[in-house]
């Protein structure tokens, strides 16, 4: 991991079926982040057209022709922000299949400053989202000029072992994307940045929206969190940057404190996988 960097989580409202307007706001947030010194800048979950409303055959059929390919519109936009600003960005977009019509995921891309891409497919599909998402299948880290960073979308995050996996294989950041909706706790998803970092010695940039789609709400709460436990920078339900500096001697210092890898025990865990 490079000594020091700046990550920002974005937090915005998105428009539903509206790659034109939400490629618009999403590009202008990454060159404003840029500008004000970012490096890796993540982008809530499914940013491009929004989240599903119904499994009704009209809305299945509606989200599918607004979804795009990467290089569509929405995606072609982020990238050239990215490669124009020299940032590190992670977006969350409806994707369709590259072979299968009428198939699509919900997809992570983390796009570097040379316009390479690694990407990751939700993997933990909620209620609706099983009518309209083919899962993925990986937990893998990439290498980027800043350090290893994994990328996991919204309700992946709420299995710790999805994390631990990313962190186990040198993940030094982990991206994550939200489309999270208000729940009866407005800090939990503070709790949940804090804890993944935590208890991975890792940073966590967790980027969730605000605003509303028809009746519902998303709490917004985007925030970074740091191997200590701590959130150095953290939003309530308004749009905004969560924007901090990300320092590889904390992360060192920490996993030297306390020696959380070492005393791992491996052979005790195998119910978690085998129940």
């Known amino acids: 991991m490079r000594a020091k960097f700046t990550a920002a989580a974005v937090q915005e409202e998105i428009g ?23 490096e890796l800048i993540v982008l809530p979950e499914l940013a491009n057209i929004g989240y599903p409303v119904s499994a009704e ?36 977009f409806a994707e369709r299949h590259a072979t299968l019509t ?26 609706l989202e099983k009518s309209y998402f083919e899962p993925g299948g ?11 960073i994994g990328v996991l979308v ?22 994550v994307s ?33 605003g509303a789609q028809g009746e519902l709400p998303f709490c917004g709460t985007s925030a970074i969190g740091a191997p200590d436990g701590t959130l150095p920078a953290a939003l309530d339900d308004q749009p905004g940057t969560a924007r901090a500096e990300l320092d590889a001697d904390l992360l060192v210092r920490t996993r030297l404190f306390q020696t959380r890898y070492r005393d791992r025990r491996p052979d005790l865990y195998g119910p978690i996988a085998q129940a």
Request: proline share 5%; hydrophobic share 40%; glycine share 6%.
């Open 16 to 38: 539903y079926l509206d790659p034109t307007g939400n490629a618009e706001r999403f590009a202008k947030r990454v060159q404003e982040e840029a500008a004000a010194g970012a």
């Open 57 to 92: 055959s009209d809305d299945l059929a509606d989200y599918y022709h607004a979804a795009e390919h990467f290089g569509g519109e929405f995606t072609q936009a982020i990238r050239d922000a990215a490669v124009s600003t020299g940032t590190h960005v992670v977006v969350g």
């Open 102 to 127: 009428g198939v699509i995921a919900n997809t992570a891309v983390l796009i570097r400053p040379d316009a390479s891409t690694e990407f990751h497919r939700k993997i933990h599909l909620p209620r």
């Open 138 to 148: 990986e937990l893998t880290p990439f290498d980027t000029e800043l350090g290893r």
């Open 154 to 175: 919204c309700a992946d995050n709420s299995f710790p072992e999805a994390a631990r996996v990313l962190a186990l294989r040198g993940a030094e950041v982990i991206a």
């Open 178 to 210: 939200y489309q999270a909706p208000t729940l009866p706790n407005p800090t939990l998803y503070h709790g949940l940045t804090a804890t993944r970092a935590y208890e991975n010695q890792c940073y966590v940039v967790a980027a969730n929206r605000c």
